[in-house]
Structure formats: C-alpha cells, structure tokens
C-alpha cells in the first residue's frame, strides 16, 4: 500500500464535518449501507427523496409490480434473525408486501432515525483542501461529510416519451415508477398503456382484469416466459428457511446471483428432440429458468439463440388466438435473452381477451398526445387514463440527475461522456471518497446480492481507512483503465450488447443516449467478487490513499 502524504492544506478535521458519511438514497442499498457504517461508529445520515423508505418499492406501486427473482433469494442475507423473522407469501413477492418487508428492516435496525425522508439531493461536490464532500438537498440546506456514497440504483430515473402533448391530456396519466399512493380504478376506464418490458408487461395483465377497454401501445416486443408464481404456505417457509445458508452459497456461486445457473452444455450437444424436451422442462421453472438456465452458447452463438427463439414463438403463437397479433408480439429485431426478459402471469391470453387491442407502434407511430388520447399517424384514439410503461434512463440516469463534481470542479456527466470509466463499479479517479453501489460496471443480476456485496466492500474499506488513520481514497487512473478494459473485455462477444436496451445505455428519450456504450459488466458475478476480493486483500493498492 502507498500512503501518499498530503502537500495541500490541513483536512477538515471529522468532527468540524456535519456528518462522516452521506448516503444518497433510501432503498435496499442505502439502508444497508446505513446499518454498516453505523456499526463502523460512523456519523451518517441518509437523504431520500420520497417520504418512506424502499427504493424502487417504494417508487413503482403500479398494479401488478412484483419480484421476478425468487423473493427468498431476493431479501437481505446478513441477519439471521431477520431471516427467521420475515415470512415471504409468495415465491414472488408483490410490491406491497416488499415495501412492507423494507419499511420492517428499517424499524428492526432503527435506521429512521438517521434517515431525511423528501429531501431530493441536487449536488454534490468535493472541496479538495479540506477533503470532503459538499451536498445539497433541493431546499437549498448543505451538509458537508468525509464520505459520500450514492445509493440511487440502476433503475430510477423514469423517462417519459419524446411525443408532443403529453401536458395537454385532461385524463389521469401516471408513470409506472411514480404511481400514486392512492387506489387507481381502471374499472370501465378507457385505459392506454405505453411501453411492453417487464413493467409494462406486469402492469398490462393486471389492468387488464378490469379495465372497460385497454389499448397496449407497443414498440418493439419482448421475449416473456412465465413465471409460475404460487403461494407459499407455512409449512414451506420452514423448509426454505432452513435451507437458506445452501441458498445463499447457490446465488454466491451461480453467473448472475439468482436461483438458476447456465447449463454448460452447448445447443448443439442435443439433438433436436433432447433440446425441445429440455427447454419444455425450462420452460415449466419458476422465475428465470428459461432465460438463466439456459445452454451455455444461447447469447454468444447467433444459431443457438435463433433455435431458442424459434422455440420461444411457437410457444408464444399458441397462446394468441389471433396470428396477426401475435406475429406482431415476436420480436424480429433480437434474439431471446438478448434483452432483459420480462415475467409473465396470462400476459398473452391478455390480446385474446374482446376487451384488449394491440397497436404497433413500429406499423403506426405516434403523432401526438391529445388533451382527450393519442393520435397515431393513422387514427385518433380517446382515453380516460394512460400509464406511462416506458421506463428508466438507466444505470447512470439517477447519477446524471446530481450535479456531482470531483477534484478541480469536474463534472461527473462530463467525465463519462467519452464513455464510463469506473474501478469496480465503485468508485472514479478524481472523485475522492465517493462510492458507488451497484453502479456502472458493477455486476447487477439479483440485485441485493450484488448490492449487500458493494455495501460491504465499501465498509470494508472505510474500516481498514479508519484504523489506520486514513481519510482520502481515490482510484488510481491505471487501476480505472484496467478495470475498464476487463468490462469491455467480458462484453466481447455477447448478442446482449448488440442489442439496444437499457442494459445498453439506449434511451431513445434521452438525449445523448441513442448510441450503444459499455454500462454494464457482463461477466460473473463471482469473477467480479475475486477481482474486488484481491484488492482488499492486497491492502488496496489499486488506490491513493492518505
Ligand atoms: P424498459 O424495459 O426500458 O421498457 C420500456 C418500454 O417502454 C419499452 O417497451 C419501450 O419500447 C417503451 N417505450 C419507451 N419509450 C417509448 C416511446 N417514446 N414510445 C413508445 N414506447 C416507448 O423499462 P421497464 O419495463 O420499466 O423495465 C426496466 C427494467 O426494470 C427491467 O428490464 C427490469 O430489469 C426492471 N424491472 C424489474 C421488475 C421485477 O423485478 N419484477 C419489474 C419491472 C422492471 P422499446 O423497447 O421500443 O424501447
């Protein structure tokens, strides 16, 4: 370890600072990473800018909002009382019951107190004499700290669509990821929905149900499988209970943190009848079975993920009495998997239903948003409600939207415009002390598993700082490089990042974020763990600490 000695002034000494540590963000990660620091003896507080704690359960309340991960793989795995304590209902939780369970963590760890709910933080910015960090909530307060640690998520920055006249409706419009507190009845409604990911796709079956008629505006389809979610009854808590440790070792070791793990044998091991029974026996797996344990060639080899997708349409045009609807819910622009795959309960049964249409939006695009529907370039459609499924600018958007400066005034937007650079996801040379969980370059997949992982290298290393009397770390820019070109590295190859998705940095309703870059890591989850493992366990070389 090289501990550089400082040559500008005398840093602010930690008691002269409002708080040790600053946490943007009151979701899974932040309230975890609360709880660590807290231990480590530190002052934190955490700004939020909604009024309860949850993340994105507290934000996307829309009607149908579920896990698609198996909810006991999905809670936290450091406390074993909690995990005796919190009984899961469903092998998919439903939104209502994860907030639930996180408002729980939060009166169980005692974290309200540290914790200041509608306080949205606007800026950030580091003052290198006295290092520490600046930020500002949007009532203009500032709260000056040593360490700042973004909590924001990968997913929950909502965008809207670039269509005129979206001000201009007179009706009800909500955005699934900033749904109302209070009940929305669809019953008799007119209703639009717009957008078909894994949100639109929840919300669509669910509205459905009631919704005197729903039109579905969709883009550009997606691959859903089903995701075969039941009750769980007592009996089945206890036994997944105890065998939560062996859960816990599986997420540790499989590609992605979830439950399902690739199968190693290549498509074309099979024959063709071994491949169809093997993918109708995924088929028939809860949760992400069909997407995750899959062959291991399935998003690399362009015949193997033709094969799957072929599959995955036949199974798609039995379930749509309409062939014309349902050729337009195949996708042709990509292959299966190669964008994150939606879970289904009765979505395709929904366009069979008298009540359902499905317009295309690549057949009749939009013209405009009217003060009574939407007028697409062919016809003029009138709604009492229209739900915005159109998702997130993601992975950096929630970033973006702080003005975040490092050493010299940089900006951290400016920083990345020639593309992402990060050491580990975590952290970004000339942005001293701050931390980032799950954030770009990081591995995501079941995201807690990820996030109780960041959160905890991050203590780890602000405990070795402490006991050594350290207060600066900052990524050295060849360990930023080289950890760069491993993510660019791992990406080689994958149909994934041919793909225009979030998972690609593709936002068609941001600007600036048309083209494709590298967000994302794409390798393993315990690949990234080793990485991260060695510079711990090297006394953090790969940084300058002082
Ligand atoms: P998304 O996957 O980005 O989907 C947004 C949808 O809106 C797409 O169908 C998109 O069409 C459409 N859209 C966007 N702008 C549009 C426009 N201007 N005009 C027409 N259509 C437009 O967002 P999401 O569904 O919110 O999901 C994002 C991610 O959140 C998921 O992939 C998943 O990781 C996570 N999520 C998880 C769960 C869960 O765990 N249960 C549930 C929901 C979401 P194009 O495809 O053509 O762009």
Not at 197 to 203: E, P
Not at 366 to 391: H, K, M, N, Q, S
Not at 416 to 423: D, L, P, R
Not at 500 to 505: A, L
Request: hydrophobic share 35%; proline share 5%; glycine share 8%.
């Amino acid at each position: 370890m090289t501990i550089a000695r400082t040559a500008v002034a005398e840093p602010e000494r930690s008691e002269a600072l409002d708080f040790d540590a600053i946490v943007i963000g009151a979701g899974i990660s932040g309230l975890y990473q609360l709880h660590l620091l807290r231990q480590l003896g530190m002052r934190v507080r955490v700004f939020e800018t909604g009024t309860g704690v949850g993340g994105t359960w507290y934000w996307n309340r829309y009607p149908g909002a579920r896990f698609d991960s198996e909810s006991y793989s999905y809670g936290y795995s450091f406390s074993q009382e909690l995990l005796e304590e919190w009984d899961w209902t469903e092998h998919f939780s439903p939104q209502p019951e994860t907030e639930r369970y996180l408002n729980y963590v939060a009166d169980k760890f005692d974290l309200r107190r540290d914790i200041r709910f509608s306080s949205r933080v606007t800026a950030a910015v580091y003052d290198a004499a006295a290092h520490c960090w600046e930020v500002t909530i949007e009532d203009g307060s500032r709260h000056t700290c040593r360490y700042l640690v973004t909590a924001v998520g990968p997913l929950s920055a909502p965008t809207w669509p670039r269509v005129q006249g979206i001000d201009d409706f007179r009706g009800e419009a909500y955005h699934t990821a900033r749904w109302p507190k209070h009940p929305v009845s669809f019953e008799g409604k007119r209703v639009a929905v717009i957008g078909t990911g894994a949100t639109g796709v929840q919300a669509i079956s669910e509205i459905a149900k009631t919704a005197g008629h729903l039109t579905v505006f969709q883009r550009r389809p997606n691959w859903c499988t089903p995701l075969h979610n039941r009750p769980i009854d007592r009996e089945e808590m206890e036994r997944i209970r105890a065998g939560y440790p062996e859960l816990f070792q599986r997420c540790r070791e499989t590609s992605a943190c979830f439950l399902h793990t690739i199968d190693p044998r290549s498509t074309f091991d099979l024959s063709e009848e071994e491949r169809e029974a093997f993918w109708e026996k995924l088929w028939l797996v809860p949760g992400f079975g069909m997407w995750q344990g899959n062959f291991r060639d399935m998003l690399t080899d362009r015949e193997a993920n033709r094969l799957v997708s072929e599959f995955v349409a036949k199974k798609i045009r039995a379930r749509v009495k309409d062939p014309q609807v349902a050729e337009k819910l195949i996708p042709k622009d990509h292959g299966f998997g190669t964008r994150r795959v939606p879970q289904e309960t009765n979505y395709y049964e929904v366009y069979n239903q008298p009540n359902v249409e499905l317009v295309s939006l690549l057949e009749e695009p939009f013209e405009r948003i009217t003060p009574t529907g939407i007028r697409t370039v062919r016809r003029e459609f009138e709604f009492d409600l229209i739900v915005y499924a159109t998702g997130f600018d993601a992975i950096t958007g929630s970033l973006d939207r702080i003005d975040i400066r490092g050493v010299g005034g940089q900006k951290l937007k400016d920083k990345w415009k020639g593309g992402i650079t990060t050491f580990v996801g975590v952290m970004v040379d000339g942005f001293p002390n701050m931390f980032m969980v799950v954030g770009p370059h990081t591995a995501l997949g079941n995201i807690p598993r990820s996030i109780e992982y960041n959160v905890e290298w991050i203590r780890d290393l602000l405990s070795y700082m402490e006991q050594r009397g350290l207060s600066r770390a900052d990524a050295r820019p060849e360990a930023v490089d080289e950890w760069t070109r491993f993510v660019a590295k791992k990406g080689e190859g994958l149909l994934t990042n041919e793909v225009d998705s979030w998972m690609t940095g593709v936002n068609q309703n941001v600007e600036g974020k048309q083209v494709r870059i590298l967000a994302r890591y794409s390798g393993s989850a315990p690949e990234y763990r080793d990485w991260c493992d060695r510079v711990a366990a090297g006394g953090y070389r790969e940084l300058v600490l002082e």
